[in-house]
Nanobody, 127 residues
Framework: QVQLVESGGGLVQAGGSLRLSCVAS????????MGWFRQAPGKEREFVGA????????EFATSVKGRFTISRDGAKNAMYLQMNSLQPDDTAVYYC????????????????????WGQGTQVTVSS
């Protein structure tokens, strides 16, 4: 059974940093593109960032560009989202996702393009 598990969320003051982790089990996701999305209360789920299978390419939403980065660790079957200079508008539940396309060098922006999802981790940024 494929499972993605996020961790690392929490409460942080504006200007602070958090590092989210997404660890996969039941399948090796090192060869698949992955992404991060978030959903704030009363809002639709939105794209945050994504990375291709080889980690040679990543893309980010305009709202987080320059503050967030994505990395992968093949040995741990994991992906990370480093979030710096956090703002109250970043408050949301953050989800990691994986697309079932072997060694795709593209990054994917739509939630509809991902087949596997984690349960989410809450990030709250206080002002």
């Amino acid at each position: 059974q494929v499972q993605l598990v996020e961790s690392g969320g929490g409460l942080v003051q504006a200007g602070g940093s958090l590092r989210l982790s997404c660890v996969a089990s039941g399948r090796i996701f090192n060869n698949y593109p992955m992404g991060w999305f978030r959903q704030a209360p009363g809002k639709e789920r939105e794209f945050v960032g994504a990375i291709n299978w080889s980690a040679s390419s990543s893309e980010f939403a305009t709202s987080v560009k320059g503050r967030f980065t994505i990395s992968r660790d093949g040995a741990k079957n994991a992906m990370y989202l480093q979030m710096n200079s956090l703002q109250p508008d970043d408050t949301a539940v953050y989800y990691c996702a994986a697309r079932d396309q072997y060694r795709s060098n593209y990054v994917y922006f739509s939630s509809h393009q991902y087949e596997y999802w984690g349960q989410g981790t809450q990030v709250t940024v206080s002002s």
